[in-house]
């Protein structure tokens, strides 16, 4: 089943919505193209998922420690634990089993479940410093080299 972005998914923070919801757009090509039976393309939008997770992932970090996010290194252990999860399903399919069901499942709810908990968490702490970095320096400093760094 594909998943819906909702208004509960947002954490008011737009750079971070819009790369959450890149995120759901993967799962949901996973799905669409795990349907088709088109093995090879699955591998690709596996890929392209987890290395836009852990451009996410390194990019949310960085923002987290630039803000001071008292809690950063459990974040980062949440992030660390799950990316190792998905390195395993990715092994697994690159071995030739069919994972897909089980990665869907894992991304559904462990995605949906940390934007709405873990990520939330920071929002009050990251809010702040996210205007301040725009309106001081006009996108030219930390959060526009961070961004092109990443994406």
Do not use: C
């Not at 759901?24 to 596996?46: A, C, F, I, M, R």
Request: charged share 30%; no cysteine; glycine share 4%.
């Amino acid at each position: 089943m594909s998943l819906t972005w909702t208004p509960d998914l947002d954490t008011g923070i737009a750079v971070i919505d819009d790369q959450h919801r890149r995120l759901v757009d993967y799962v949901n090509q996973l799905e669409t193209v795990h349907s088709k039976g088109d093995l090879p393309t699955v591998g690709h939008v596996l890929d392209d998922l987890v290395d836009y997770t852990l451009s996410h992932f390194a990019f949310e970090e960085t923002l987290l420690e630039e803000s001071g996010y008292a809690y950063l290194k459990a974040h980062k252990r949440v992030h660390q634990l799950f990316t190792r999860r998905v390195e395993e399903y990715r092994e697994r399919f690159k071995r030739g089993e069919d994972v897909n069901a089980e990665i869907h499942r894992l991304l559904s709810s462990w995605l949906l479940n940390h934007i709405k908990h873990d990520d939330a968490d920071y929002v009050a702490t990251v809010s702040p410093q996210i205007k301040d970095t725009l309106d001081e320096q006009k996108n030219a400093g930390w959060l526009a080299r961070t961004l092109g760094r990443f994406f």
